[in-house]
């Protein structure tokens, strides 16, 4: 039984900033340069090389992928805000926008079947640029 102390302490994120930064990177990498039917095979070993564990890497796996789907949807919203800049051959996210969505996927308690409206996303992610 955990004692008191560790029922105070808040969750661990499931993915740390530098993993969630490092996805979106290469993904968005290979969505420029790789061709879409390979996109799986990419995933895959992608996932199995940075995750041995089978239970982590589903983990993961299924908070990321549902991640870059809501940030794909969403990047006509975000590009209205001018937190990302979608283009024909990449889009940029900015920083704050990166951390407000690790803040929310990372979260082992997040709700993955109840996603925040784009504006809600947006929202935070002008309060994070507005401490800088």
């Given amino acids: 039984m955990p004692d008191s ?14 993993e969630f930064r490092e996805f979106f990177a ?31 890497r ?4 299924t908070r ?4 870059l789907r809501y940030l794909t949807e969403n990047l006509p919203s975000f590009d209205q805000g001018a937190i990302a800049v979608v283009g024909e051959q990449e889009s940029l996210i900015s920083p704050a926008l990166l951390m407000v969505l690790w803040s929310f996927f990372a979260n082992p ?13 947006a ?6 640029q507005s401490k800088s």
């Fill in 5 to 18: 102390h560790e029922a105070n302490q808040p969750a661990q994120p499931l993915l740390s900033p530098l």
């Fill in 109 to 121: 308690s997040a709700d993955m079947d109840n996603l925040p409206p784009p504006s809600i996303i």
């Fill in 64 to 67: 990321l992928m549902i991640a």
């Fill in 26 to 56: 290469t993904f968005f990498r290979w969505s420029v340069t790789e061709a879409p039917d390979n996109a799986f095979d990419l995933q895959r070993k992608y996932f199995r090389e940075k995750y041995p564990d089978e239970a982590e």
């Fill in 123 to 128: 929202q935070m992610v002008a309060d994070e």
């Fill in 58 to 61: 589903h983990l993961k796996a």
